[in-house]
């Protein structure tokens, strides 16, 4: 089996859209995480879903987990503040890791061997000329090499 025939489409991100914006399409779309593309439509790097939790928590429950008690459930919305009006560029580590990326014709392994050295749970599948032509989850890896 190769990698395409096990990736699916997904939402991609542009680097100026709105934070919110970006979290709002991981959550429905339950994503581990965004790719983020180019101008052009190519993908340049992935967003995981808890870089964004923790460029949107409060550092001081970061910090110390125990004082995220005194938010209660009903203003748990002050998360999503600490995003403010930044974008999916705002949220990008400053050095960027090289793109988590396999060709369609990457073997399951080569594609858990990605997944495993980039530290994310999402890997674009790209062509020769860098267009990305489907994606492959954590989750959907580990249900066709189990057989699930």
Do not use: F, W
């Not at 008690?69 to 995003?83: M, P, Q, S, T």
């Not at 090289?98 to 990605?114: G, Q």
């Amino acid at each position: 089996m190769r990698a395409a025939d096990i990736a699916v489409s997904m939402a991609t991100v542009a680097e100026d859209l709105p934070a919110r914006e970006a979290a709002r399409v991981l959550a429905g779309q339950d994503l581990p995480g965004l790719i983020v593309v180019d101008g052009k439509g190519r993908p340049v790097t992935v967003l995981s879903g808890t870089h964004v939790l923790r460029m949107a928590l409060p550092s001081y429950c970061q910090d110390d987990p125990a004082l995220a008690r005194v938010i209660d459930e009903a203003a748990a919305d002050v998360i999503l503040n600490g995003i403010g009006d930044r974008t999916v560029a705002d949220l990008l580590p400053r050095e960027r890791r090289e793109l988590p990326a396999v060709s369609p014709r990457a073997t399951l392994l080569e594609v858990a061997a990605v997944m495993a050295r980039s530290g994310t749970p999402l890997v674009a599948v790209v062509d020769e000329h860098h267009v990305m032509t489907g994606a492959i989850t954590l989750d959907g890896l580990l249900d066709h090499i189990l057989g699930t």
